[in-house]
T-cell receptor
Framework: AAGVIQSPRHLIKEKRETATLKCYPI?????VYWYQQGPGQDPQFLIS???????DKGSIPDRFSAQQFSDYHSELNMSSLELGDSALYFC????????????FGSGTRLTVV | QQQVKQSPQSLIVQKGGISIINCAYE??????FPWYQQFPGKGPALLIA?????SEKKEGRFTISFNKSAKQFSLHIMDSQPGDSATYFC????????????FGTGTRLQVTL
């Protein structure tokens, strides 16, 4: 079965640089979520999109922005990167009809040096 | 403020033993309570989930017990195996379109031979 695809798997950036993370949800899933997971921490909700519209916003810094495109893939853009942005970034998708049961991608490990 | 509290932080269980992880929540509007299993470098994977109209749900070796009045739920892993060694997160969410998951702080389970 198709899963949530995230790219790249690993990314190394310098401070103050910009990073773009991509997420391709499971086909027919209409909702995409982004989570940030620091080392040894639980995933923290950043932002979600339902049918290409922003649905909810969590503790996402103003330096970050995201969007969902017409083909339902989503991108998380991170600017002016800081050392503290180093984390695993997960995308998840779900289908409203099923209401429950996120599927997470394997994540992008961002390292800011 | 941690809306979903999880304990213990780490757990060591012998092979064949029972692993028990507990969670407590504060928001009485939560109505979906999943457990996720996460291996290092991987995304969280849905293990089992329960809704508050059910007090217990069993799937194979995994059982969720739910106590609505106490606002607590727990995961029992019977006949624990070394392959179960992972980090387990409880979570909670509301019903509705694009509802975000609020995670507990995680339990690192190690099953020894």
């Amino acid at each position: 079965a198709a899963g949530v695809i995230q790219s790249p798997r690993h990314l190394i950036k310098e401070k103050r640089e910009t990073a773009t993370l991509k997420c391709y949800p499971i086909p027919r899933h209409d909702t995409v979520y982004w989570y940030q997971q620091g080392p040894g921490q639980d995933p923290q909700f950043l932002i979600s999109f339902y049918e290409k519209m922003q649905s909810d916003k969590g503790s996402i810094p103003d330096r970050f922005s995201a969007q969902q495109f017409s083909d339902y893939h989503s991108e998380l853009n991170m600017s002016s990167l800081e050392l503290g942005d180093s984390a695993l970034y997960f995308c998840a998708s779900s289908w409203t009809g099923a209401n429950y049961g996120y599927t997470f991608g394997s994540g992008t490990r961002l390292t800011v040096v | 403020q941690q809306q979903v509290k999880q304990s213990p932080q780490s757990l060591i269980v012998q092979k064949g033993g029972i692993s028990i992880i507990n969670c407590a929540y504060e928001n009485t509007a939560f109505d979906y309570f999943p457990w996720y299993q996460q291996f290092p470098g991987k995304g969280p994977a849905l293990l089992i989930a329960i809704r508050p109209d059910v007090s217990e749900k069993k799937e194979g070796r995994f059982t969720i017990s739910f106590n609505k009045s106490a606002k607590q739920f727990s995961l029992h892993i019977m006949d624990s195996q070394p392959g179960d060694s992972a980090t387990y997160f409880c979570a909670a969410s509301l019903t509705g379109t694009a509802s975000k998951l609020t995670f507990g702080t995680g339990t690192r389970l190690q099953v020894t031979l």
